[in-house]
């Protein structure tokens, strides 16, 4: 119980300093909201579905050897260095789909939406454990939300609900070019968190 709280934890506190971070950088460059206030609330309900079945999840091994008690100093650590790394992809692609999307704003606000969102969902498998993200099954139900909560951020904004939230489904190109972000993010994310743990 308290190594898949803690998991959901450092997930949540990094994935939410990384998109306010971005979010106020770009706002004071842009002319217009980098993402409307319904879809960052969309956002934040559409991650927490395969979050909230981190309970289900299976600790590794060495987790249970010891009791272990809140380390608030690894917390802050982990929310700073994983949190900066997201926003460096925030970043990147906001760059993009600014280049990309010209004066569609509503085109720039899904791109963002879906790889901030996606981002969020895929780096749980990374940081749920401290070994390589092929050492450690993740929980069935848990790999079960990841797919049906990954398939509503890819399809919503090709979806008659496109409206509702002001989404602009993206060309298959750009679509390609977000899964490119998001895997090169998650490569990154898995060769640094040694390096991370080594340190704190």
Not at 3 to 11: A, E, R, V
Not at 55 to 65: C, G, K, M, N, P
Not at 147 to 175: A, C, D, K, M, Q
Request: proline letters at 4%; one cysteine or more; glycine letters at 4%.
């Amino acid at each position: 119980t308290f190594s898949n709280t803690t998991k959901y934890i450092l997930n949540t506190i990094s994935a939410n300093v990384g998109n306010m971070a971005s979010l106020a950088i770009v706002s004071v460059f842009l002319n217009f909201l980098p993402m409307l206030p319904i879809q960052v609330l969309l956002t934040n309900v559409v991650s927490d579905g395969p979050l909230l079945s981190i309970s289900t999840d299976r600790v590794d091994e060495d987790e249970l050897l010891r009791p272990r008690n809140w380390d608030m100093k690894l917390i802050s650590n982990f929310a700073r260095f994983f949190g900066g790394i997201s926003s460096v992809f925030d970043f990147t692609t906001m760059g993009l789909a600014l280049y990309l999307a010209g004066s569609n704003h509503d085109l720039f606000r899904t791109c963002w939406f879906i790889e901030s969102t996606l981002s969020e969902i895929i780096v749980t498998f990374s940081i749920r454990t401290k070994s390589r993200f092929y050492q450690s099954r993740p929980s069935r139900f848990l790999l079960f939300t990841t797919v049906i909560f990954g398939l509503l951020t890819v399809l919503l904004p090709y979806s008659p609900f496109n409206t509702v939230f002001e989404f602009y489904p993206p060309t298959l190109f750009l679509l390609l070019l977000i899964f490119g972000i998001l895997l090169l993010y998650f490569i990154v994310v898995e060769l640094v968190k040694g390096f991370f743990y080594k340190r704190t």
